[in-house]
């Protein structure tokens, strides 16, 4: 139990920290928002005082002191207003990343759960066969492909399933047609334009997954306990599956917790050179934009998101290893 009551407060000491320094630094940059975004409208001459004031008061820019105006951003936060998008401007910012998580959730972490299981299942198979045949080529394949990054597999698809092919869409989350709806010809095509970048996830994140778990059951397989329940005469599907990868499993489930926790930031390169309406291709948008309200809460969610991942990591792991319970009790 203090193990668990530990981790709880550290992660809402972490989530403050976060917080806090979320709230300082937009603030050490130079100049302000209302100045940038006037800078855009300015065609001729100097933009008065005046102007640039009444663009603030507009935007919802905080006024008083740096104190006063850290207990509104707390209070803000906790009512989840970030105020207002000077993209999308005049819609809230809770309202524009409410539209871009979904897509992100769906198709990103959807795709990295399968592509984490899918690989773990095979990297077992091929550490139980190691030194055979399926074990040779799948430790070079994914050693192949997992050395290619996301944006490389991803011009590659549009080139020759998009250009080449003529197979699948190579931008956009659905048809322009359409307009977002939960009938059959909305999800058909959002399912249809989902495909490439969902193999692009797919094939450059299975390897990692493969390959790690191949290594840590290798080491695990050569363990005393291993050697111990073959001689008391257990299966080897036992061995295997409940001792031997659970105990190779328990590394890897903080890199899968942090590959699960960036989901929230989206897949940048790739949702950019998609045009994915989700929340890397959202904040590809705020910083070209220059929109600091989205780029304050873009960068809030991603961080909360890999904190509340590592959290979910040590609650499990303090589950699948009693060891780690009984240090953190003492």
């Known amino acids: 139990m203090k193990y668990f009551m530990r981790k709880i407060v550290f992660f809402i000491v972490t989530i403050w920290i976060a917080i806090t320094l979320n709230f300082i630094l937009p603030r050490l940059m130079p100049g302000?928002?209302?100045?940038?975004?006037m800078s855009k409208f300015a065609q001729q001459g100097a933009i008065t005082p005046s102007q640039e004031h009444a663009l603030a008061l507009m935007l919802g820019m905080p006024t008083g002191s740096l104190w006063t105006q850290y207990w509104q951003y707390l209070l803000h936060v906790c009512e989840g207003n970030f105020g207002v998008?000077?993209?999308?401007?005049?819609?809230?910012?809770?309202?524009?990343?409410?539209?871009?998580?979904?897509?992100?959730?769906?198709?990103?972490?959807?795709?990295?759960?399968?592509?984490?299981v899918v690989g773990t299942l095979l990297g077992v198979y091929a550490a139980w066969h190691r030194g055979r045949k399926f074990d040779s080529v799948a430790t070079v394949l994914f050693s192949f492909t997992s050395a290619f990054p996301y944006f490389w597999i991803a011009l590659l698809f549009i080139y020759l399933f998009g250009y080449i092919l003529n197979w699948f869409p190579i931008s956009g989350g659905y048809s322009g047609s359409l307009s977002p709806a939960l009938n059959w010809s909305f999800v058909g095509s959002a399912l249809y334009?989902?495909?490439?970048?969902?193999?692009?996830?797919?094939?450059?994140?299975?390897?990692?997954?493969?390959?790690?778990?191949?290594?840590?059951?290798?080491?695990?397989?050569?363990?005393?306990?291993?050697?111990?329940?073959?001689?008391?005469g257990l299966s080897e599907t036992v061995i295997s599956i409940r001792?031997?990868?659970?105990?190779?499993?328990?590394?890897?489930?903080?890199?899968?917790?942090?590959?699960l926790g960036m989901v929230v930031g989206g897949s940048l390169l790739m949702e950019t050179v998609f045009a994915y309406p989700g929340m890397g291709y959202l904040l590809s948008t705020a910083l070209s934009n220059q929109d600091y309200p989205l780029?304050?809460?873009?960068?809030?969610?991603?961080?909360?998101?890999?904190?509340?991942?590592?959290?979910?990591a040590d609650i499990v792991y303090g589950f699948l290893d009693p060891r780690v319970r009984r240090g953190g009790a003492r």
Do not use: C
Request: proline share 4%.
């Open 193 to 232: 334009h989902s495909i490439l970048p969902a193999l692009t996830i797919f094939i450059t994140g299975i390897g990692g997954s493969l390959l790690s778990m191949r290594n840590n059951m290798i080491n695990t397989l050569g363990e005393d306990y291993i050697l111990l329940g073959r001689a008391e």
């Open 295 to 312: 780029l304050q809460a873009l960068f809030l969610f991603i961080t909360v998101s890999v904190l509340l991942a590592n959290f979910a």
């Open 243 to 259: 001792y031997a990868a659970r105990n190779a499993l328990l590394p890897i489930v903080t890199n899968f917790a942090m590959t």
């Open 32 to 37: 302000n928002p209302a100045q940038a975004m």
């Open 85 to 116: 998008s000077y993209s999308f401007y005049p819609v809230k910012v809770i309202t524009v990343i409410a539209g871009a998580l979904p897509w992100t959730l769906t198709l990103v972490g959807l795709v990295t759960i399968i592509q984490f």
